[in-house]
């Protein structure tokens, strides 16, 4: 068994070595809201990843290297998409190429965010996902959910408000400094002859 709780250290351990690997995945699931700031834990980390070999071969060489011992049945069922496979190792580890309620791998990582080096699957598609589970615990968590995904969504709303008033004003100085030295750029009035 691994650790009792997911910590963010797990996330970059798994990044950091995906990257090294190339390996295409997306955080899903509670620990994937963790990561976006919902005040919440969970027992293990998910991962939503294509149904592809290639990147399967790549999945099983990553986690051997940050000390996962995988049997050859569970490498082979990693490699060929198997929908579900959990793991038990340094940390628990839920590998998911067929989450419930989300169409397939691209759709999903089209409406992917990102943040710090963390790909997220969205919360919409978290929520979608835990309602079509129909487990207690998932309809227990989709209203908590559900608050975090309004306030998480004014708090972006918000922070694109910010950026592009201060954006406005950065324009709005270069303007003046260009006024100031003389320049006659395109948005310099013309003189009056």
């Known amino acids: 068994m691994g650790e009792e709780r997911f910590d963010v250290s797990q996330a970059e351990t798994l990044v950091d070595a995906f990257q090294r690997e190339n390996v295409e995945f997306l955080f899903i699931g509670k620990g994937a809201a963790?990561?976006?700031?919902?005040?919440?834990?969970t027992l293990d980390v998910d991962l939503f990843l294509p149904k592809d070999p290639e990147n399967g071969?790549?999945?099983?060489?990553?986690?051997?290297?940050?000390?996962?011992?995988?049997?050859?049945?569970?490498?082979?069922?990693?490699?060929?998409g198997k929908d579900f496979v959990q793991l038990n190792g340094p940390f628990d580890l839920d590998?998911?190429?067929?989450?419930?309620?989300?169409?397939?791998?691209?759709?999903v990582k089209a409406r992917s965010i990102r943040i710090?080096?963390?790909?997220?699957?969205?919360?919409?598609?978290?929520?979608?996902?835990?309602?079509a589970t129909g487990r207690q615990r998932d309809r227990l968590e989709l209203p908590l959910l559900r608050a975090f995904q309004r306030v998480y969504e004014q708090e972006q709303q918000r922070s694109q408000s910010h950026d592009q008033q201060q954006q406005q004003q950065e324009q709005v100085d270069a303007f003046a400094k260009r006024r100031v030295r003389g320049d006659k750029g395109q948005c310099a009035i013309p003189e009056e002859s």
């Open 34 to 41: 963790i990561l976006m700031g919902y005040p919440s834990t």
């Open 57 to 80: 071969r790549k999945v099983v060489r990553a986690l051997r290297a940050i000390g996962f011992v995988l049997t050859e049945s569970q490498a082979a069922e990693i490699i060929r």
């Open 95 to 107: 590998l998911i190429h067929a989450p419930d309620g989300l169409p397939e791998y691209g759709k």
């Open 116 to 131: 710090e080096k963390f790909p997220l699957v969205c919360l919409a598609d978290i929520i979608a996902s835990k309602e």
